[in-house]
């Protein structure tokens, strides 16, 4: 018997389980998978823009929270207020510092970061040595590898030269490729790389070939391949070698700044006692009323299984993640069976419409204890709270606030299903 399941391993499922076993509460993850964290950025964005249609990144970060509140009170956000946001923050900063693994920032200021396209986007936290102004460089080098051909180092400065330019700012950015002389019998991607860079020769390898190519102004951009577990000795070795500051920015699958923030978090999570159980999915639940009794999980027996618990954390995602099913006659929440309210209309002819595509606000109804609701406004269930992208309300592709809310409402629900468990 555990005090508190959490359903879902991404970040909104792992900051919940934190949450919870700071309570000293006895905590269980499930989940199907790994969780979305291994493709995800690595960065905690808050409130890119707002209003939605609006496409300069927010300055007033502050101010626009409160407008989002006022516009739409089923906001995750708004539900759950500034002071849970204050509290989450602080908690995920406190414990990524314990992790190893610290983070910079606040959700009040946005940072403005380069993609791996080259484009400027605003940000909240990022890992503690990518925490850079961008506006202090003049000099920038946009680094590629010939063995890795998902980013292209080219493209990416004349766009970041471009955006600067428009921003009135003249910088020297140049591109180059390198080699690493590894393998090229296969592409490799940035997981591939990063292993390999945490051998002291192919470490030395690279630092030769920029060593003519940077001084110490120089900001050097690259993927995210200076190691794994051993990301700082990688990056401080280079460092040390060229004594100039390397900016490493998230790629495409596999994300390794999202692979080190899930392992680290993860790695965290089991020294404080939090049990887990991946692979293997969460087919259904046991009820009583409107309390839950106990999940069914199938093994890889085909069996199922039962685990019991005080109270439940419903993070396993939204239509993207497989938590919500689009099916003919609706969408339904598949655990639970809880139906979604359908929407008028279910898409947005235009892909690119700046109020976004209405299945991406898709998710459960709750209050402000996080409760799946129905269409009174009365709980479903007592002792289940929602979080992450099972939240409806919210669209995180078009407000840039995906691992804001998760994070939010990942730690509310792990505190309020912990508080439960009393």
């Known amino acids: 018997m555990y005090d508190v399941i959490v ?19 006895k905590v269980l993850v499930v ?18 823009y707002y209003p939605t249609d609006c496409r300069q990144p927010l300055e007033n970060v502050v101010e626009a929270l409160e407008d989002m509140v006022n516009d739409n ?28 693994y610290s983070y910079s920032g606040s959700w009040k200021k946005n940072r403005i970061y380069p993609t791996a396209a080259g484009a400027l986007a605003p940000t909240s ?73 945490e051998d002291e020769a192919v470490r030395f390898r690279l630092a030769e070939q920029l060593r003519v190519k940077v001084s110490e102004n120089t900001l050097v951009i690259l993927p995210a391949v200076l190691g794994i577990r051993k990301w700082a000795r990688v990056q401080g070795d280079l460092e040390r070698m060229l004594a100039c500051t390397f900016l490493e ?9 999202g692979m080190r ?5 993860m790695e965290y999570l089991e020294q404080r006692g939090v049990e ?6 969460v087919t259904g639940a046991l009820q009583e009323g409107k309390k839950c009794t106990g999940i069914k999980i199938e093994t890889a ?15 396993t995602g939204g239509i993207l993640g497989g938590g919500l099913k689009v099916k003919p006659g609706g969408i339904t929440e598949e655990i639970f069976q809880i139906k979604i309210e359908m929407l008028q209309e279910m898409s947005n002819q235009d892909f690119f419409a700046p109020q976004g595509q209405p299945l991406s606000r898709t998710g459960i109804r709750v209050n402000g204890l996080l409760q799946p609701v129905g269409a009174q406004g009365e709980p479903l269930l007592t002792n289940v709270f929602a979080a992450g992208k099972n939240l409806t309300g919210y669209d995180p592709f078009v407000e840039k606030s995906g691992n804001g809310v998760a994070l939010v409402s990942g730690c509310a629900a792990g505190w309020l299903a912990g508080k439960g468990a009393l």
């Open 7 to 25: 359903m879902g391993a991404g970040l909104a499922g792992l900051m919940a389980a934190a949450a919870a076993a700071e309570l000293n509460k």
């Open 31 to 48: 989940a199907k998978g790994r969780g979305n964290l291994y493709s995800a950025s690595g960065y905690i964005d808050f409130l890119g």
């Open 73 to 100: 009170p089923q906001h995750p956000y708004a539900l759950l207020g500034k002071e849970k946001v204050d509290q989450a923050f602080d908690f995920f900063l406190k414990i990524m510092n314990r992790a190893g």
């Open 125 to 197: 936290l990022v890992p503690q040595r990518s925490c850079l102004d961008l506006a202090s460089y003049q000099e920038i080098l946009v680094v590629g590898f010939r063995e890795m051909l998902d980013f292209y180092p080219f493209y990416a400065a004349d766009n970041l030269r471009e955006q600067f330019y428009q921003q009135g700012e003249k910088k020297l950015i140049r591109a180059a490729w390198l080699d690493l002389g590894l393998s090229k019998e296969r592409e490799l991607n940035s997981y591939d790389l990063a292993v390999a860079l």
């Open 249 to 257: 920015i998230p790629t495409l699958p596999p994300s390794v700044t």
């Open 261 to 265: 923030l899930a392992e680290s978090l």
């Open 276 to 281: 887990f159980q991946l692979g293997y999915p």
């Open 301 to 315: 027996s085909g069996r199922v299984q039962v685990k019991r618990a005080q109270s439940y954390v419903l993070a």
